[in-house]
């Protein structure tokens, strides 16, 4: 379990830095079309470009999501783990 959510956050960050790079490079193009006056390939450049910004950030917001979803998840089990240790390591408990 906390392997997979591992494994789709990673997806996740990757897909959101690889649409943080496409955005940038959308920006600079929309850049470029709006200095030969291209005004319709502007505004779909930055269309473009806000979209692919806004997946980033949601990407990346759902990576961070799972991340604490298995932080919490190992926290448990360290904790369980450490409760079946000290029951074990106690031993029996003397008589009075």
Known sequence: MRAQLLVKAL???YA???MFAASAL???GGSTVAY???SILFQAAAALAVLTGASAVLGLTAGCVLMVRETQLAVR????EARIQMTHHRGP???H
């Open 11 to 13: 997806r996740l960050f």
């Open 16 to 18: 959101g830095l690889g």
């Open 26 to 28: 959308v920006s600079v």
């Open 36 to 38: 030969y006056g291209q």
């Open 77 to 80: 089990v360290l904790e369980e």
């Open 93 to 95: 408990q003397p008589r």
